[in-house]
């Protein structure tokens, strides 16, 4: 990484971390900041499936849902610790995505994208109409979780950081896998799956393990929801959720990680900002994205390349 | 090392390959000569696992190739150069030849820089292309990256798919050139090939398949001078 990128990002880092110190920032602002960054985070996840391995997942919204049960289970018990939540919450979600990745993998092209959306109909089936969840409901009312005894992310501000830390560590840990040998036999896997195969790679292990990695940093982000919104519903695992990930990916930009990052976040704003003054918010975000989509294929970070600055190297 | 008998295979239910017997000894580089459609690419793709075979027997140094799939195949030192000169246009030079490694049992930094040497010493071209996306190099250069791929992996036994095809005459004779190199080293080879003046130079021995079987197996020397050479390939 360059000088001048490493300066880049400490900047933004420091941006997002003196966001809240804004004089409009208030309590409303913080929690879309928070939901921003959330799907931003998840987006980035996504990515790393989409962007570099070639595999479109229309499953995610499960991933999110089950971490957001998780953690909505444990509160509504009084298990109010955040870290057994989390914990809790890599255990389901993994269990999950064993499951799914082993099966889905064992497919390509759209039957990967078909299995993983119909696992996902299962899951969220299974939510809507389970009563001991709360059936179409969800789990509602719950407490703040507690970071340590008598520390509550009680507020919008306590919610950004933790979320902002979430964004943080997912980023370090997508970048380093992309950048390692790992990253590359995803590539590679993307370009041509037969060559990787003849060159002695166990391409199904690769697809599982990339497959789980998006699904356990999916789940972590569900599993902070219930902190923000006291609620999980089994709308959180709609698969319209799913299509909206996969939108924030395609309009950030494939394969960057960064770009998915402001996809999720510029989706998230746009929707609320256009929502507010219209109903059929829908259609004006449609256009939206098909104008960048047929405008800025490479995304919004391709914005970067067209005013003259590096372009981002899709594979690194 | 490798050795078919009576294999038996096709897509779908098509049947392409009508018991193909053919034996490839260590140090050999043997030629696999036929026109268009005879099944030739077919025999390797059964070989290195990607078509399961209907019947018969695959062996590499004794070891059943049948039930392998294709990346136990490349590591037990069967490497693959695919026609078509098929490399990772998106990664650089660098990062196909690092993939290549995969297949080799010791992946460790000392022999990585070993084979990268070795590598740049057979084709400095690559060498200069180093950090340039596959996809920039020229075909000539992607063939001798796919080739360098396959080195890197230390394959012992290379199979060659129409490695010549498309290529200018000088680059015909580099990648001829690089295969009696490779036999040098030790590296057996099966090639494919639709050039038989290119594969009997630098072959040992050669079969010519048609329709599906092996119609005829000679030396070099024998199907140079053969009129069922002139007869079945039209050379």
């Not at chain 1, 999720?264 to 219209?278: I, M, P, R, T």
């Not at chain 2, 080195?151 to 200018?168: F, K, N, V, Y």
């Amino acid at each position: 990484m360059s000088r001048a990128l490493t300066w880049r990002a400490v900047l933004v880092w420091a941006a997002l971390a003196a966001l809240p110190a804004l004089p409009f920032m208030s309590k409303f602002y913080l929690l879309l900041a928070f939901d921003a960054l959330l799907f931003g985070a998840i987006a980035m996840s996504l990515d790393l499936l989409m962007g570099y391995t070639g595999l479109v997942s229309f499953g995610h919204a499960a991933f999110f849902g089950l971490g957001a049960y998780a953690t909505a289970v444990l509160l509504e018990r009084g298990i109010v610790s955040l870290w057994v939540c989390l914990l809790f919450a890599v255990l389901v979600v993994g269990l999950y995505a064993l499951v799914v990745s082993y099966f889905s993998t064992a497919r390509r092209g759209i039957y990967f994208a078909l299995l993983t959306l119909i696992f996902a109909e299962v899951v969220y089936t299974f939510f809507r109409y389970t009563q001991t969840f709360g059936g179409s409901d969800g789990i509602q009312g719950l407490p703040a979780p507690s970071l340590a005894p008598g520390f509550a992310i009680d507020t919008p501000l306590r919610n950004y950081y933790l979320v902002l830390v979430y964004l943080g560590l997912a980023y370090l840990v997508c970048r380093i896998l992309v950048t390692a040998h790992f990253g590359r036999v995803l590539v590679a896997i993307r370009e041509n799956e037969d060559r990787a195969r003849f060159l002695g790679y166990n391409v199904q292990r690769y697809k599982m393990a990339v497959c789980m990695i998006s699904a356990l940093i999916t789940g972590l982000g569900g599993a902070l929801y219930p902190g923000r919104s006291a609620f999980a519903t089994p709308d959180l695992m709609l698969w319209t959720v799913s299509g909206e990930l996969i939108i924030m990916v395609m309009i950030g930009g494939l394969g960057t990680l960064v770009g998915p990052v402001i996809g999720g976040a510029f989706f998230v704003l746009l929707q609320e900002k256009v929502s507010s003054y219209v109903d059929w918010y829908f259609i004006v975000i449609g256009l939206v994205l098909i104008f960048i989509v047929l405008f800025m294929p490479r995304g919004l970070l391709g914005i970067r390349g067209l005013l003259g600055g590096r372009r981002w190297r899709a594979t690194a | 090392m490798l050795k078919l008998t009576d294999v038996h295979a096709g897509y779908g239910a098509t049947p392409i390959l009508f018991g193909v017997s053919l034996e490839v000894r260590a140090g050999e580089a043997v030629a696999l000569l036929g026109r268009n459609g005879m099944g030739k690419t077919t025999l390797l793709k059964t070989a290195i696992g990607f078509l399961a075979p209907w019947r018969g027997a695959i062996e590499f140094e004794g070891v059943d190739l049948t039930r392998r799939a294709p990346h136990e195949i490349a590591r037990l030192g069967v490497g693959f150069v695919p026609e078509n000169r098929r490399i990772f246009p998106g990664l650089t030079v660098r990062e196909n030849l690092e993939l290549g490694l995969s297949a080799a049992a010791d992946r460790s930094a000392a022999v990585r820089r070993r084979r990268l040497d070795e590598v740049f010493h057979h084709f400095p071209r690559l060498a200069e292309r180093i950090e340039q996306p596959g996809k920039t190099l020229s075909g000539g250069e992607q063939q001798m990256l796919a080739i360098a791929r396959v080195m890197m992996a230390g394959a012992r036994l290379i199979l060659m798919d129409e490695p010549t095809q498309g290529l200018a005459p000088g680059l015909i004779r580099h990648i001829r050139d690089m295969i009696a190199e490779l036999k040098r080293l030790g590296v057996t080879v099966l090639l494919v090939e639709q050039n038989a003046r290119v594969a009997l130079a630098v072959c040992d021995r050669g079969y010519i398949m048609e329709k599906g079987s092996i119609v005829f197996a000679a030396s070099s020397h024998e199907l140079r001078e053969s009129p069922v050479t002139r007869e079945k390939l039209g050379v």
